[in-house]
């Protein structure tokens, strides 16, 4: 189901053997290549493309970014196929429009079962959160436990779209605003989703450099209000 294997086999001469032996492979899932130098050659993407699209392979760590960008669909398609509830991509270079993708691909396949988000150490910003959450919202669901979003580009905007996801699911008990650009006015806006809350459970808002002492007393209300 894993293989890890050093960036030269992402040579072409090398890609051309590991197509042979991965084509049409069921339980492969996941590929990681250590430490990539370059971007794919043509003949590389190919058979690596091939590989993707004639396998269940979901997830490829390693690539240059332009080259996971290139097969992400193809990679989601895999991932949803076997309908796994814990969507998963962290450290993907994912930015908007691979958002506005995911996106589309949520909606289209009416994706209604996830239970859990994690999509932190990548390049989303709260527009890109917004169509998520869009996305998530009309495909009903509404089973969500975690978010984790840490380490992103969200600021106070995004923070509406997410109060949207709580009301929605009301069982989530864990969420990971960590290290993005959240202000006390974000925190304040939080508040209005958790105060009253009983289910969540944990909120990391670490890494937020823009918070200031300001925040205390809306934190303190928000933990004594939500037990």
């Known amino acids: 189901e894993y293989i890890y294997l050093p960036s030269f086999y992402l040579e072409d001469d090398v890609l051309k053997i590991l197509h042979s032996h991965m084509v049409d492979h069921k339980n492969l899932k996941k590929l990681r290549f ?3 130098t370059s971007k794919l050659s043509h003949i590389g993407i190919n058979y690596l493309d091939d590989i ?3 396998s269940n392979v979901e997830d490829i760590s390693g690539l240059h970014d332009d080259d996971y960008r290139y097969f992400f669909e193809n990679l989601l398609d895999n991932f949803f196929r076997g309908k796994n509830p814990n969507l998963k991509i962290r450290y993907r270079y994912i930015n908007d429009d691979l958002v506005f993708k995911l996106s589309d691909v949520i909606k289209k396949k009416g994706i209604n079962y996830l239970t859990e988000i994690d999509l ?80 969540i459970e944990s909120i990391a808002l670490h890494g937020n450099d823009a918070i200031t002492d300001v925040s205390s007393k809306v934190i303190k209300h928000m933990i004594k209000s939500s037990f």
């Open 34 to 36: 250590r430490y990539p």
């Open 52 to 54: 993707i699209k004639s």
């Open 120 to 199: 932190s150490s990548n390049e989303i910003t709260s527009k890109g959160f917004s169509m998520l959450v869009d996305s998530l919202l009309q495909s009903k669901n509404e089973n969500i436990i975690k978010i984790r979003m840490n380490n992103n580009k969200l600021d106070d905007n995004c923070i509406e779209s997410l109060g949207e996801l709580i009301k929605k699911n009301e069982n989530i008990t864990y969420i990971d605003l960590g290290f993005n650009d959240i202000t006390d006015k974000g925190v304040e806006k939080l508040s209005e989703y958790i105060v009253g809350n009983t289910s």
